[in-house]
Nanobody, 130 residues
């Protein structure tokens, strides 16, 4: 049974930082590209960042470039999202997802496409106060 479990969310003031983690089990983690998505109340889910199987290819949405950093530790079956300089507009439920089809040489449009991902976590709430 595949499980993706996010943690690290919480309440933070604008300008602060949080580090999200997503622990994977029940799959061959090193064979999956991973992505972070978020969904704010009343809005559609949007891509935040993606990382290839080896970590050599990384994609960021324009809204988070320069502030967020995605990374992975294949030995720990975990993907991370370091979020700095947080803004109230970053408030959302953050989800991690795993894809068996995205290859390292694929463009960012694949990493940002939710349809490319096979497995999803339950989400963790991030709230940024002004």
């Amino acid at each position: 049974q595949v499980q993706l479990v996010e943690s690290g969310g919480g309440l933070v003031q604008a300008g602060g930082s949080l580090r999200l983690s997503c622990a994977a089990s029940g799959l061959t983690f090193s064979s999956k590209a991973m992505g972070w998505f978020r969904q704010a109340p009343g809005k559609e889910r949007e891509s935040v960042a993606g990382i290839s199987r080896s970590g050599g290819t990384i994609y960021y949405a324009d809204a988070v470039k320069g502030r967020f950093t995605i990374s992975r530790d294949n030995a720990k079956n975990t993907v991370y999202l370091q979020m700095n300089s947080l803004k109230p507009g970053d408030t959302a439920v953050y989800y991690c997802a795993a894809s068996g089809s995205i290859r390292a040489y694929y463009s960012g449009s694949y990493y940002s496409d939710a349809r490319q991902y096979d497995y999803w976590g339950q989400g963790t709430q991030v709230t940024v106060s002004s």
